[in-house]
């Protein structure tokens, strides 16, 4: 009886995989009865034609497995878009993949890509999922911080954190959680390295329309050499504010695709059907000006909620993009910024999440992140709350 009893226990990396940060304040904030600003929900209205074609696609039995990389219009409307906007051109059959969101696409890349004890590196702050992803993997994460008073590349820590086992770098632009919007420049001198030492790079691209105050979002696997190595994601979760309808994509070589598709079928199987026909009808109708508006109106929220932030004392970081801040809390009490987070919840009833989730161990403790992408009478409430302190 010792003998199987001693074989009953967790993997070894499960005591180190908690629930993140972001969801543990969600909770705090229901118990309080307070305005979510820590999680990314995005609870903006739904565009009316994709919300009609989803209740329409339910009702008229597209509830099924759908073929393993997703339903054709929406790949080729996927296709259409890239073309569009991004410069990008894939072929709807063998390059593009409809994932169960952003997130799964990210998971099914690494699995196909990447082996136990390689090195990937991502830029600090970092996306908290993009590193338990990979650590659930076994695959080591490095970090890479950036420049912290304007969130710049550091070229010389890159490079000088590339080792014989790097076998990837993952570039989130427009980026949760600061709202850096890497410029040409940055991402060709990215593209460079990975060239020289024969990298991936993965990029996260879900918030490419939210982008401030003139910056462009550029798609790196335009960039000369890159075709072959990028592994771009993206979605529309964001884009159409369905985040729970797990909606995204990945575009990449056929060389790489197969395997990919694999990884997702086995875990996810496929997106929810109705939700890839709703998603489709977004793309096919909404006109240019849905998306070039994005930007106008997610630029007045940050700004509303900017101010509210710099009035208390809580200096913003102002965001390129994207519709998170990153504030100073220093003068908030507490010893860690969970502590901090707690305490602003705590008297103003606005949640946010600890800058910690973001950094490695002992970075992160004086900042706290927001987000914005709210209906404009939550956000406001918010600030007043706020303005409280």
Same mark, same amino acid.
């Given at each position: ?89 894939? #072929? ?13 696409? /990210? ?6 890509? /990447? ?7 991502? /830029? ?26 304007? $969130? ?49 790079? &993965? ?9 401030? #105050? ?30 729970? $309808? ?9 060389? $790489? ?32 000006? /849905? ?26 970081? &102002? ?56 209906? #404009?009478? #939550? ?11």
């Amino acid at each position: 009886m010792r003998a199987v009893a001693e074989k009953l226990h967790l993997s070894e990396i499960s005591p180190g995989m908690v629930q993140s940060e972001i969801r543990a304040m969600t909770v705090a904030c229901d118990l309080a009865g307070g305005v979510n600003l820590a999680q990314g929900v995005c609870d903006t209205e739904v565009p009316a034609p994709v919300a009609a074609r989803a209740v329409e696609a339910i009702g008229q039995g597209l509830n099924i497995y759908t073929r393993m990389d997703g339903i054709e219009v929406l790949r080729k409307s996927i296709a259409n878009k890239l073309a569009r906007h991004n410069g990008v051109k894939a #072929d709807p059959d063998g390059e593009i993949l409809v994932t169960s969101g952003a997130t799964a696409g /990210f998971q099914a890349a690494c699995m196909a890509l /990447f082996d136990p004890g390689d090195e990937v590196i991502l /830029f600090e702050p970092f996306y908290g999922y993009h590193l338990n992803t990979l650590r659930a993997l076994r695959v080591n994460a490095t970090s890479v911080p950036l420049i912290e008073s304007d $969130w710049a590349l550091d070229l010389d820590a890159l490079r000088a954190s590339i080792t014989p086992r790097t076998r990837g770098i993952v570039v989130n632009s427009p980026s949760n959680p600061c709202g850096k919007v890497f410029s040409r420049a940055e991402l060709e001198a990215v593209a460079a390295l990975a060239i020289e030492n024969d990298l991936f790079v &993965i990029t996260d691209e879900i918030y490419e329309y939210f982008v401030f #105050d003139g910056a462009q979002h550029i798609s790196l696997v335009t960039l000369p050499g890159m075709a072959e190595r990028t592994i771009s994601i993206s979605g529309l979760s964001k884009t159409f504010s369905i985040t729970g $309808w797990r909606i995204g994509y990945v575009v990449a070589d056929k060389r $790489w695709m197969g395997a990919i598709n694999y990884f997702h079928d086995l875990v996810y199987v496929c997106a929810p059907a109705p939700f890839q026909h709703a998603s489709a009808a977004g793309l096919l109708q909404l006109p240019e000006s /849905f998306y070039s508006g994005l930007a106008g109106e997610y630029q007045a929220k940050r700004d509303m909620l900017c101010a509210a932030l710099s009035d208390v004392g809580l200096e913003p970081s &102002i965001p390129q993009g994207a519709y998170y801040v990153l504030a100073d809390v220093t003068k908030l009490p507490g010893a860690t910024a969970q502590e901090k987070a707690r305490t602003l919840l705590r008297n103003t009833g606005v949640a946010a999440v600890a800058g910690t989730a973001f950094f490695a161990a002992g970075r992160g403790e004086n900042l706290i992140r927001f987000c914005f992408a709210k209906r #404009d009478e #939550d956000l406001a409430r918010a600030c007043a709350m706020l303005r409280t302190l």
